[in-house]
T-cell receptor, first 117, second 116 residues
Framework: NAGVMQNPRHLVRRRGQEARLRCSPM?????VYWYRQLPEEGLKFMVY????????ESGMPKERFSAEFPKEGPSILRIQQVVRGDSAAYFC???????????????FGPGTRLTVL | AQSVTQLGSHVSVSEGALVLLRCNYS??????LFWYVQYPNQGLQLLLK??????LVKGINGFEAEFKKSETSFHLTKPSAHMSDAAEYFC??????????????FGKGTLLTVNP
């Protein structure tokens, strides 16, 4: 069973361009979480999605960032008009059931390293 | 709100020596606590977790951690380091009950180096 897949692994964008990060959850998992790790910081929660629904986006910046998890295909984290401060590692995790259940585990992908020039 | 502090961004030990990675947490409600390991070019893998049962938690690869409420600590230990333990280790916390307990809050990580 393949783990959580993220692509690209490394992404370079110039200021003002768009960045699209993809996350394919583990087979059978319908819950996806995105985290961001800024340089010298720990991972921070951004958003929690189920298929076709955003459950909690309280950690997402209010502007330029959006996330989706369509019925078919991977989850997408989209950053419009990137700025240098968006340079970070973006991690995706998935779980088979709602993570609000006790003891549930989130399985993490290898991350996408975004560099904004 | 929760927070995690990992003391020491880089720890170096000799093969066969004790591994001790420190984690202190802050939480206004009873927490769940986790240790994750990340090997180069891989995702974070769960090592062990504390979810309000036994305070001494055993995980994979010979690691264990003890929850000490009085010290707000959850330090990770392994009696004898192996070369394959070289990786980055993350401590994380979430609330143990109520809503939003899927929001993991991570420390900055500790890079463990094992010398032959």
């Amino acid at each position: 069973n393949a783990g959580v897949m993220q692509n690209p692994r490394h992404l370079v964008r110039r200021r003002g361009q768009e960045a699209r990060l993809r996350c394919s959850p583990m087979k059978g998992h319908s819950h996806v979480y995105w985290y961001r790790q800024l340089p010298e910081e720990g991972l921070k929660f951004m958003v929690y999605l189920q298929k076709e629904n955003i459950i909690d986006e309280s950690g997402m910046p209010k502007e330029r960032f959006s996330a989706e998890f369509p019925k078919e295909g991977p989850s997408i984290l989209r950053i419009q008009q990137v700025v240098r401060g968006d340079s970070a590692a973006y991690f995706c995790a998935s779980s088979p059931v709602g993570a609000q259940r006790p003891h549930n585990e989130q399985f993490f992908g290898p991350g996408t390293r975004l560099t904004v020039l | 709100a929760q927070s995690v502090t990992q003391l020491g961004s880089h720890v170096s030990v000799s093969e066969g020596a004790l591994v001790l990675l420190r984690c202190n947490y802050s939480s206004s409600v009873p927490p769940y606590l986790f240790w994750y390991v990340q090997y180069p070019n891989q995702g974070l893998q769960l090592l062990l977790k504390y979810t309000s049962a036994a305070t001494l938690v055993k995980g994979i690869n010979g690691f264990e951690a003890e929850f000490k409420k009085s010290e707000t600590s959850f330090h990770l230990t392994k009696p004898s380091a192996h070369m394959s333990d070289a990786a980055e280790y993350f401590c994380a916390v979430t609330r143990g009950s109520g809503g939003s307990n899927y929001k993991l809050t991570f420390g900055k990580g500790t890079l463990l180096t094992v010398n032959p």
